[in-house]
């Protein structure tokens, strides 16, 4: 008993700090590459909207809860629009660069992949916190999708492995980072056909029946003689 809870806290404390390494990692690519952070709006319907200077962003995780606090809407002369703050529930979240459809039966990607897409049909909880004289005040809201751009394809790439990381505990791969099936060969399908070798059935040793020929045979008539002449 004492062996398997000890198992058990060790296999939890290797898993914590994998998620604390992960979660680390992710801020200091944050705090980095801050400059080049942007999102679209969280307040709008449309995401393809216009996307905005964040100049800060940072995260932390409680259980399967993934949290980012960032900056919306930076401006050098005129401060944050918005501060935010977006609740993850990374059981049910999807994480992608640009989008992938699956056409044929494999997966290929569109899009910009220098963007992060998340998205949860769930819904994700907003809090922003109005920076300017016309907005001050909390809001709340419940967004299905969030776009972040990080100006480069590396860069995000790099991001969305350690999202990977994190999630991987509470769901399983996406559909596109799975292997692909591998194709039959046809090739080698006939190929093996081809060489099979053919049933030879063994030809009867059954003697032929004799059936008597009905061709009719010529008869002799005998002749019957009558005196000296023969008919």
């Given at each position: 008993?004492k062996?398997?809870?000890l198992?058990?806290m060790g296999?939890?404390?290797i898993?914590?700090?994998?998620y604390s390494?992960?979660?680390s990692?992710?801020n200091?690519?944050?705090?980095t590459?801050?400059?080049?952070?942007?999102t679209?709006?969280?307040?709008?319907?449309c995401s393809?909207?216009c996307?905005?200077?964040?100049n800060?962003?940072?995260a932390?995780?409680?259980?399967?809860?993934l949290i980012?606090?960032f900056?919306y809407?930076w401006?050098?002369?005129?401060?944050?629009?918005?501060?935010?703050?977006?609740?993850?529930?990374l059981?049910?979240?999807?994480f992608?660069?640009?989008?992938?459809?699956?056409?044929?039966?494999?997966?290929?990607?569109?899009?910009?992949?220098?963007?992060?897409t998340i998205?949860?049909?769930?819904?994700?909880?907003?809090?922003?916190?109005g920076?300017?004289h016309?907005n001050?005040?909390?809001k709340?809201?419940?967004?299905s999708?969030?776009?972040?751009?990080?100006?480069?394809?590396?860069?995000?790439n790099?991001?969305?492995?350690e999202?990977y990381?994190?999630?991987?505990?509470?769901?399983?791969?996406?559909?596109?980072?799975?292997?692909?099936?591998?194709?039959i060969?046809q090739?080698?399908?006939s190929?093996s056909?081809?060489t099979?070798?053919?049933?030879t059935?063994p030809?009867?040793?059954?003697?032929r029946s004799t059936?008597?020929?009905?061709?009719p045979t010529k008869?002799?008539?005998?002749t019957?003689?009558v005196?000296r002449?023969v008919?």
């Amino acid at each position: 008993m004492k062996k398997s809870i000890l198992l058990f806290m060790g296999v939890t404390m290797i898993c914590y700090s994998s998620y604390s390494q992960s979660i680390s990692n992710l801020n200091s690519i944050f705090s980095t590459y801050s400059h080049t952070i942007k999102t679209n709006s969280p307040f709008s319907e449309c995401s393809t909207s216009c996307i905005y200077n964040a100049n800060y962003m940072n995260a932390e995780q409680r259980g399967n809860i993934l949290i980012l606090n960032f900056g919306y809407g930076w401006d050098k002369q005129y401060g944050y629009i918005h501060k935010c703050t977006l609740r993850i529930n990374l059981s049910t979240a999807t994480f992608c660069t640009g989008w992938w459809d699956n056409w044929g039966g494999r997966w290929k990607q569109y899009g910009k992949k220098e963007e992060i897409t998340i998205k949860d049909s769930n819904g994700m909880d907003l809090t922003s916190v109005g920076q300017q004289h016309y907005n001050q005040g909390t809001k709340q809201d419940l967004i299905s999708e969030l776009k972040i751009s990080f100006g480069s394809e590396p860069l995000a790439n790099r991001v969305l492995n350690e999202l990977y990381a994190i999630q991987s505990s509470y769901k399983t791969k996406e559909p596109w980072l799975l292997p692909e099936p591998q194709p039959i060969n046809q090739g080698s399908s006939s190929a093996s056909e081809a060489t099979t070798p053919r049933s030879t059935t063994p030809r009867s040793t059954t003697p032929r029946s004799t059936t008597p020929s009905n061709t009719p045979t010529k008869k002799n008539n005998p002749t019957k003689k009558v005196g000296r002449y023969v008919q």
